[in-house]
């Protein structure tokens, strides 16, 4: 069954760092990508997602994601921190090639400190 | 108003009650999912709807039953309430399935005493 590591529960950055927040999953086989992000008291919203095709993802709120299949890694980045981005980012990959469920990393709280 | 909605945000109960958590979208998309949200769980599936009257379980299945006689609606219950039920639980829908752009609700605060 498809697993989803996110590195780091908590990570804080200075506003105007680079932010990255660190995505693992276990598949054998390229999965389809998700990165999710919730703001205090509200439900999930998506910020962007790999299926096929580019690598590099960009998505909302300047963030992007690379799809590195040698490291089964999907890391999030975002060139400089902004207040507005503290939140919780959650991770989620799914088996392509099949009717196959969602499965959320554990998610990474980020702290954007002024 | 358009998007999808949960009723009640808060809910307290106390073990062994039946609950009923609802969720409503105004979208017509054909998927629905429950999920449960707990600390150091992330997500977790509970049921997944592809369309009316078609359900199927999720990763934790256990203690719930679901329903959705129209497309707009899928409520959850919690037929005896037990303390490890104790979750935020959110509600969310797709248009054509799972790899498809899920849009979640606001979420229920549920607490069993």
């Known amino acids: 069954a498809q697993s989803v590591t996110q590195l780091g529960s908590h990570v804080s950055v200075s506003e105007g760092a680079l932010v990255l927040l660190r995505c693992n999953y276990s598949?054998?086989?390229?999965?389809?990508l998700f990165w999710y992000v919730q703001y205090p008291n509200q439900g999930l919203q998506l910020l962007l997602k790999?299926?096929?095709?580019?690598?590099l993802v960009k998505g909302i709120n300047g963030f992007e994601a690379e799809f590195k299949k040698s490291e089964t890694s999907f890391h999030l980045t975002k060139p400089s921190a902004h207040m507005s981005d503290a939140a919780e980012y959650f991770c989620?990959?799914?088996?392509?090639?099949?009717?196959?469920?969602?499965?959320f990393g554990t998610g990474t709280k980020l702290q954007v400190i002024p | 108003d358009a998007g999808i909605t949960q009723s009640p945000r808060y809910k307290i109960t106390e073990t062994g009650r039946q609950v009923t958590l609802m969720c409503h979208q105004t979208?017509?998309?054909?998927?629905m999912f429950w999920y449960r949200q707990d600390l150091g769980h992330g997500l977790r599936l509970i049921y997944y709807?592809?369309?009316?009257?078609?359900?199927d379980k999720g990763e934790v299945p256990d203690g719930y039953v679901v329903s959705r006689s129209k497309t707009e609606n899928f409520p959850l219950t919690l037929e005896s309430a037990t303390r490890s039920q104790t979750s935020v639980y959110f509600c969310?829908?797709?248009?054509?399935?799972?790899?498809?752009?899920?849009?979640f609700g606001p979420g229920t605060r549920l607490t069993v005493l």
């Open positions: 790999y299926t096929t095709g580019a690598t």
């Open positions: 989620a990959a799914q088996n392509s090639g099949g009717y196959q469920k969602v499965t």
């Open positions: 709807s592809a369309a009316a009257d078609i359900t």
């Open positions: 979208w017509s998309h054909s998927y």
């Open positions: 969310a829908s797709s248009d054509w399935g799972m790899t498809d752009t899920q849009y």
């Open positions: 598949s054998s086989v390229p999965p389809y």
